[in-house]
């Protein structure tokens, strides 16, 4: 009996560790991040401008169902002296764990200031690495304090655009923290990060450029549609409209599987060819002409046409600028043995003067519901 | 062989994800780590297979058993103390990693004492338990917790965002000359074994350990190791990627699982690994117990008949580690677990001429019988 009592007593005393919560803090004395926006002041003494969307609690959904946010805007010297300077304009302690979007300004990517950002944002043990970065244009604090028409609480509708479940449009490139640091790291792979706009009605966001850092500084700008190839090419985009305009005929192929395979070949000495395979398979949704089912193959080789010219402007392009997003310098890498690589600049030269081939095979399987 | 056998190599083998073997691999990535791998597979293998078939032939007999019946106390005093204080040491890195992981990552506002004391309270429990109480223990924590760290791994190889130029890129540094450190490191991962010193009692039965039981093991470590240097390299790349601190901490937070109640595989990951990390720790400290009783008779101090011995070894542990977590940082971790690393793959080897030893003097003790 009375070693049952002495049990018991020992593990009553272990119950008083479990009331040990004074060390965390309570959600509500929390407020969390949901967007980060850095942007290059004027002010040389402090570079970076930090602006922060918080979200504000509500009590419950059906008292307010629309979006409602607090923004903290801060200049300093380091983006962490920004924030420090922030945790004082607020009550409660800033949460970075929920953070999910990075927005860099425009002007900031211009100014070269990309390793310090990027320095902070990976030092940071609470900021996820699925975090998704952006370019703001014109400027961060812009798109970070923009609330579009139409926005519910607690999922920012810019989240939509990179998350894989709102649209899923081929012009968004969607760039995780992650990536975006290997891409900074490795020389035969750029980083490429997706521009966000206000559109001109000022109710919604516009993502469909992107920025290519060339040798991870200076920023070049692709248009919609060369954003569009590269992100068929290599970031596994599988559904894209492509309008076809050869000849008599003008019509809009809707394509729902894209297969994109990237070599690089070796051809005699110190000269590589990069090989594109590309194989398109869908069906036609408007036309100009009436169509002919019997005309399908026929209809095929001129999307395969259209195709080809637009995947070699796209090549020329990054082969005069040197850009190599897709990674044709990774993949060169990746078969030739560590002793025998070309220096970084030899293989850009070699990159540069690089024959294109690109091969397209496409298929279309319907004109639709009508002929 | 007993699926307990294997339980005991399968936990040194996953636990070290999170400990320093990746960052030491990685860092070496273009200085002989995959020839050191290569190699610290094969040596692993023999070393399993060694260690495994002479402890069926003692079945039910722990190291300290044998040692006491064939050698002076000279020679073995020692080398059981200096195998505790090995034990002790293995489980006080895990547990200091594992302590600095979640005041980095899971609880910032917490005091650090308070973090290894909780832990250690539920690992203290396996210097008091029966050998066959700890691997009653791994068995549940395992069946719960190892199949969900699978589908981690197997949703990482199907990530879309995996990178395999990087992996090839990393490959091709294949005709180096293996690097030391790489090798221990690797080595580290084989050690489990080691555990049959104690664990051995638990086997009264008579095992099998042929040809199966090798290849077995050994497509179980070529993966392990597979998995823990290439997957990194896969989502981060090569380059400064000894900048990573915690390369598969780093990796489990850039996974992504969209319709899962957790997007951010990262707390996932780290709550699976803390119970790995608690069943290493946990094997770690009670084979250094048991070494204890072998040197010391700790029933014999007694106050008011109360047995007071037995607490001895858990305190000591406590004060010791909790010592350490506060003094010791992230550079001196890494240089202590390297340096346990080398120390330790120096020094199983040699203990195979110590078996070698037992075995003829235990064959010459049963014909003067």
């Known amino acids: ?101 990075i927005v860099l300004g425009e002007e900031l990517v211009k100014e070269n200031k990309n390793k310090e950002v990027l320095d902070f944002l990976l030092r940071r043990p609470d900021i996820q690495l699925i975090s998704w970065v952006t370019v703001g244009r014109p400027n961060a604090e812009e798109i970070v304090t923009m609330v579009p028409k139409g926005e519910t609480a607690a999922y920012p509708s810019l989240y939509n655009y990179f998350d894989g479940n709102g649209t899923e449009s081929p012009y968004i490139v969607t760039m995780f923290l ?16 997706p521009i966000v706009e206000i559109s001109e009605n000022e109710s919604t966001f516009t993502v469909n450029k992107s920025i290519v850092l060339k040798n991870r500084k200076t920023p070049y700008e692709l248009d919609p549609l060369n954003t569009f190839i590269f992100n068929s090419l290599s970031m596994n985009v599988k559904i894209a409209d492509i309008e076809v305009k050869q000849g008599n005929e003008h019509f809009v192929a809707k394509i729902d599987t894209i297969k994109a395979k990237n070599k690089v070949k070796k051809q005699g000495n110190n000269k590589f060819s990069l090989d594109v395979n590309v194989e398109l398979i869908g069906y036609i949704v408007e036309s100009q002409n009436a169509l002919n089912s019997r005309d399908l193959p026929k209809y095929s080789k001129l999307l395969e046409k259209e195709a080809k010219e637009n995947l070699e402007s796209f090549f020329h392009e990054l082969q005069s600028e040197g850009l190599d997003p897709i990674g044709f310098g990774l993949k060169y890498k990746a078969q030739t043995f560590h002793h025998k690589r070309m220096s970084i600049e030899e293989w850009n030269e070699t990159y540069k003067n690089a024959e294109v081939n690109i091969k397209v095979t496409a298929s279309l399987k319907s004109t639709g519901s009508i002929q | 062989m007993s699926r307990y056998f294997y339980y005991i190599i399968l936990i040194n083998m996953v636990a070290n994800i999170i400990a320093s073997v990746p960052y030491i691999l990685l860092h070496f990535y273009n200085d002989g780590s995959i020839s050191a791998m290569i190699i610290a597979t094969i040596t692993g293998t023999i070393i399993i297979t060694v260690y495994a078939k002479f402890f069926i032939q003692f079945p039910g007999q722990t190291l300290p058993d044998l040692l006491k019946q064939t050698t002076a106390k000279w020679f073995y005093a020692p080398l059981i103390f200096i195998m505790a204080v090995v034990w002790f040491f293995a489980g006080m890195i895990t547990l200091i990693t594992f302590t600095f992981l979640l005041i980095r990552y899971l609880t910032p506002e917490m005091p650090i004492v308070l973090i290894s004391l909780s832990i250690i309270l539920s690992v203290i429990l396996g210097c008091f338990i029966k050998t066959d109480r700890v691997l009653y223990t791994i068995e549940i924590v395992l069946l719960l917790t190892l199949p969900l760290i699978i589908y981690i791994f197997l949703k990482a190889y199907t990530d879309p965002n995996i990178n395999w130029d990087f992996v090839k890129e990393a490959a091709l540094y294949i005709n180096q000359m293996p690097n030391f450190e790489s090798f221990t490191a690797s080595f580290y991962l084989f050690l489990g074994v080691a555990n049959l010193f104690i664990f051995n009692r638990f086997f009264t039965i008579k095992q099998k350990f042929g040809w199966k039981q090798i290849i077995t093991i050994f497509l179980i470590t070529v993966s392990t190791l597979f998995t823990t240097y290439f997957v990194p390299i896969g989502f981060h790349g ?112 040699f203990m195979i001429i110590v078996f070698f030893y037992i075995k003829r003097r235990m064959k010459y003790a049963k014909n003067t019988k």
């Open chain 2, 238 to 349: 090569t380059e400064n990627i000894d900048h990573l601190i915690y390369p598969w901490i780093q990796t489990s937070d850039s996974l992504r699982m969209k319709y899962s109640l957790i997007e951010r595989v990262l707390f996932v990951f780290l709550l699976f690994y803390l119970c790995i990390a608690f069943l290493s720790m946990l094997i770690h400290w009670h084979v250094s117990v048991e070494y204890l009783k072998y040197l010391f008779t700790f029933e014999k101090i007694k106050y008011r008949g109360f047995n007071l011995g037995i607490f001895i070894p858990p305190t000591l542990f406590t004060l010791i580690s909790t010592y350490f977590v506060q003094v010791i940082n992230e550079y001196h971790l890494f240089r202590l677990s390297s340096f346990l690393n080398i120390t330790l793959s120096v020094f199983f080897p």
């Open chain 1, 1 to 101: 009996m009375q070693k049952i009592q002495s049990k018991l007593l020992i593990i009553f005393s272990i119950l008083f560790f479990l009331s040990g919560c004074e060390e965390f803090k309570d959600i509500d004395k929390d407020v969390f991040v949901s967007m980060i926006g850095i942007d290059h002041s004027d002010d040389n003494e402090k570079p970076f401008k930090v602006t922060l969307k918080l979200f504000v609690p509500t009590s419950s959904f059906r008292q307010k169902p629309e979006a409602n946010y607090t923004y903290l805007v801060e200049t300093a010297e380091t983006i962490s002296e920004a924030i420090r300077i922030l945790e004082t304009h607020i009550d409660k302690e800033l949460d970075f764990g929920h953070l999910k979007l």
């Open chain 1, 178 to 193: 992650f990536d975006y640091r290997r891409r900074m790291m490795e020389n035969g792979l750029d980083p490429i990060i």
